[in-house]
């Protein structure tokens, strides 16, 4: 499956705030197109992707702010997710053997970006980053393409 990471020709919407774990509102603003049945489980990597931004990126300075582009085409949704922190280079392999990647279940970090790779079919940082693009397309048609059961 070839999909297109961002989108050129279509209308982004854009919500930022400040530093904070509270993201419920920011979630509900994000989910309010993906089809019900898809809600928990892109929550919960939406979830990760913010939390990373705020407390890894912005080390939750209130004044810094993470950013949120988003956009839908069809049955495909996009998210380019921002922070204003010094940026990191992800050391996992969960895009290759999720399974076998995963860090135990005691570790304090790196078990957000294999979720990551397992909710969303295109994750990409940039150079720097401190940018995080997203992707999940989304066939209601397919029995292949069923939410992962959380």
Request: glycine share 4%.
């Amino acid at each position: 499956m070839v999909i297109s990471l961002l989108p050129k020709k279509h209308n982004w919407n854009t919500v930022s705030f400040t530093s904070t774990l509270y993201l419920y509102p920011v979630l509900d603003l994000l989910l309010a197109n993906i089809p019900s049945e898809w809600q928990p489980e892109i929550r919960l990597g939406l979830q990760e992707a913010l939390v990373n931004a705020a407390k890894h990126g912005n080390r939750l300075d209130p004044s810094k702010t993470v950013m949120v582009e988003y956009s839908s085409i069809e049955e495909k949704y996009f998210w380019v997710i921002s922070d204003e922190g010094s940026g990191f280079v992800p050391n996992c392999n969960c895009d290759r053997l999720p399974d076998l990647d995963l860090p135990p279940e005691n570790s304090e970090s790196g078990r957000g970006l294999c979720i990551l790779h397992q909710i969303f079919d295109k994750v990409r940082w940039n150079k720097t980053g401190t940018q995080l693009s997203l992707c999940k397309k989304i066939n209601p048609k397919s029995s292949n393409n069923r939410p992962i059961l959380i």
